[in-house]
């Protein structure tokens, strides 16, 4: 098997350095280099749960359903890149930054790849039925919108929409594994979550814009051009006032907010400091999410402990 690093993956990564050779092509494809995605996938899941907790009053984090999380946030992640490089294996060969990932230069067989999801399917499966019924059926309702996700980019300006949809999933979760149903606290922590998400991933796609215009791929960095950091501001601004309703419908305390209006303050940073012609500065800035979803975790924790 034939090993080739992938243009865009961090040099000398954890895969590259320490995984078989045989393994590297299939962590490459499950982006096992690049956890940044499954933070982003997490993160909201540990939101909710943590909101759910502080909205019964409880002193401790449910510490299980935080670890089963994020091994399902892995493996769904590793699922969701699999099928989708399955599905965008032409358009990902017309790319620069994606033609060395591993369908397109060959590394691994489409017939391998399907073998390889499923395989990550399962170990998401596992995880959801460890929960309560209601979560296993939400959780199922997600695969719709991952399903529909890679073919949006063909037809609509609004991909990243879709991808809020799905990777924001987990904002619902948390709260339903806790009560086994849903309320208006999770739904808005879920809408909040979307605009976030169309945010940063304007940021992302601002790297591929001359690309994408070539193969025809539709985004919102290209709708929006020099304006998108008007716009990337304007979402995450929405998406700060939804979280702060979804908080004083969940009833939270003071260092839930203070954890908010910390993580906005870092989302601002990203709007002043993002650039449209700066392909390696938005990828700094989008990777930089994961600090702002810690932020406002840890918000949400302290007003558990404290």
């Given amino acids: 098997m034939t090993d080739i690093n992938v243009a865009d993956a961090v040099r000398g990564n954890w895969v590259d350095r320490h995984a078989p050779v045989w393994l590297r092509p299939y962590g490459r494809l499950a982006r096992w280099d690049r956890p940044i995605g499954w933070w982003l996938l997490l993160l909201p899941c ?3 749960s943590a909101m759910a907790s502080n909205a019964l009053g409880e002193t401790m984090p449910h510490i ?3 670890i089963l999380f994020t091994i399902g946030a892995i ?5 969701g890149c699999t099928y989708n490089d399955i599905v965008d294996r032409d358009l990902d060969a ?16 489409v017939r391998n790849a ?14 959801l039925l460890s929960l309560n019924w209601f979560s296993v059926v939400l959780g199922l309702c997600s ?10 980019k063909r037809i609509t300006d609004w991909p990243q929409s879709v991808l809020g949809l799905a990777f924001s999933w987990g904002a619902l979760m948390g709260w339903a594994a806790i009560f086994g149903s849903l309320s208006l606290a999770p739904l808005l922590l879920y809408a909040g979550g979307v605009l976030w998400t169309i945010g940063y991933d304007t940021i992302y796609a601002l790297q591929d814009k001359e690309d994408d215009a070539i193969m ?6 290209r709708l929006f051009g020099d304006r998108a950091p008007l716009f990337i501001g304007l979402f995450y601004a929405g998406a700060v006032v939804l979280w702060a309703a979804a908080f004083w419908r969940a009833g939270v305390g003071l260092p839930s907010y203070v954890g908010l209006g910390l993580g906005a303050v870092q989302l601002g940073w ?37």
């Fill in 94 to 109: 017309g790319v620069a930054r994606t033609r060395s990932r591993p369908i397109p230069s060959g590394q691994v067989r």
């Fill in 75 to 79: 493996a769904m992640r590793g699922a």
């Fill in 216 to 221: 025809g791929v539709r985004s919102t960095a």
């Fill in 143 to 152: 695969l719709l919108v991952v399903a529909a996700y890679p073919f949006m």
């Fill in 270 to 306: 990203q709007v002043a400091t993002v650039r449209v012609d700066d392909g390696e500065g938005a990828l700094m800035l989008f990777k930089s999410n994961k600090i702002f979803g810690f932020i406002l975790f840890a918000g949400l924790l302290a007003d558990i402990l404290l």
């Fill in 46 to 48: 540990w939101w909710s």
């Fill in 64 to 66: 299980g359903q935080l």
């Fill in 114 to 127: 399907k073998i390889f999801l499923v395989l990550q399917a399962l170990v998401g499966l596992a995880v």
